[in-house]
C-alpha cells in the first residue's frame, strides 16, 4: 500500500467530544484537514457551532452540543451522530474531560462526583450507546476505531493535587484495555493517547506559572504542539494503525516514559 493511503483517513467519518477547543480542537482540525467527516460535541452550544463553522471553511465538520456528563445525553449524542452518518462511524473520539485541584484536607465529594461522572462515565456511555455504529462501519481488515483521551497523570504520580482527574486518567487507560478485548469481536479498537503538556484551556494557568519548568523537566524540550497530537489520532484511525487495539500511548515528549 502507497504510504499516502497507508496513512489515509479520507472519507472517513469522526465523532470528537470535547472538540471546540484544546486537546480536542487539535485531533479535530487535524481529522477535517486530513478529508474526514466530522462532528464536534462539547457542552457549550455557542462555542461549538462557531468552531465548526471555521473549520466547515476547510472541510466537513458539523456541530452537535451535548453534556456527557449524563447517560441520557450520551445516548442522545449517539443517536444523532448515528441519524447524521447513516447509521456508520468509522472514529469515535472520547476527549471530553474536566479537571479539580485542591488541597487534600479540602478535597470535596462534589469533585469526585464532577470528573468521574464525565471523564470515565461519559466514556463509556457514549462507546456503548455507538457501538452499533461503530460496528456497521468496521470491517476485519478496516476496524472501526475508539481513541480515548487519558493523560500521563493517569500513568504517574502528579505535580499537582489533582486526585479525582489522576484517578480518572488511569481508570480510562484500564477501561481501554478493557473495552478493547471486549469490542475486537465487532471488528472495533480501542486505544488512549496519554497526552503529557499542551497548550490548552486546562494547561493555562499551570503553563502561565511553570511554563518553563515543564519545559526544562521534558527530554525534548518543549510543550506539545497541536500536530503532535493530530498525527497520532490520524494513525490510530488509519490503515497504519490497524492492528492497534488496547493500547496507551504517551504523547509527552518522554516526560512519563523516560521518567
Known amino acids: 500500500m502507497p504510504a499516502a493511503d497507508l496513512f489515509s483517513i479520507q472519507g472517513k467519518t469522526a465523532l470528537v467530544t470535547g472538540g471546540s477547543r484544546g486537546i480536542g480542537l487539535m485531533i479535530a482540525r487535524g481529522f477535517v484537514e486530513a478529508g474526514a467527516r466530522v462532528v464536534i460535541s462539547s457542552r457549550k452550544a455557542d462555542v461549538c457551532d462557531q468552531v465548526a463553522e471555521e473549520l466547515g471553511r476547510i472541510g466537513e465538520c458539523v456541530a452537535m452540543p451535548a453534556?456527557?456528563?449524563?447517560?441520557?445525553e450520551c445516548r442522545r449524542l449517539a443517536a444523532e451522530v448515528s441519524n447524521h452518518f447513516d447509521g456508520a462511524l468509522d472514529i469515535l473520539v472520547n476527549n471530553a474531560g474536566a479537571n479539580w485541584g485542591a488541597p487534600l484536607a479540602e478535597f470535596p465529594d462534589s469533585a469526585w462526583d464532577r470528573v468521574l461522572d464525565l471523564n470515565v462515565?461519559?466514556?463509556f456511555h457514549l462507546t456503548q450507546a455507538l457501538v452499533p455504529s461503530l460496528a456497521a462501519a468496521g470491517s476485519p481488515a478496516d476496524p472501526a476505531r475508539v481513541i480515548n483521551i487519558g493523560s500521563i497523570d493517569g500513568l504517574r504520580v502528579p505535580e499537582f493535587e489533582t486526585y479525582s482527574y489522576s484517578a480518572s486518567k488511569a481508570?480510562?487507560?484500564?477501561?481501554?484495555?478493557?473495552?478493547a478485548k471486549?469490542?475486537?469481536?465487532?471488528?472495533?479498537?480501542?486505544?488512549?493517547i496519554a497526552p503529557g503538556p499542551f497548550e490548552s484551556k486546562m494547561m493555562a494557568a499551570t503553563l502561565d506559572a511553570f511554563g518553563d519548568v515543564i519545559r526544562a523537566q521534558c527530554p525534548l524540550g518543549r510543550i506539545g504542539e497541536p500536530d503532535d497530537m493530530a498525527g497520532t489520532a490520524i494513525f490510530l484511525s488509519s490503515r497504519a494503525g490497524s492492528y492497534l487495539t488496547g493500547a496507551v500511548i504517551p504523547v509527552d515528549g518522554g516526560i512519563a516514559t523516560t521518567a
Open 67 to 72: 453534556d456527557l456528563s449524563t447517560a441520557d
Open 121 to 123: 462515565k461519559g466514556v
Open 171 to 179: 481508570a480510562v487507560h484500564h477501561l481501554t484495555r478493557v473495552l
Open 182 to 192: 471486549r469490542l475486537a469481536r465487532d471488528h472495533i479498537t480501542v486505544n488512549a
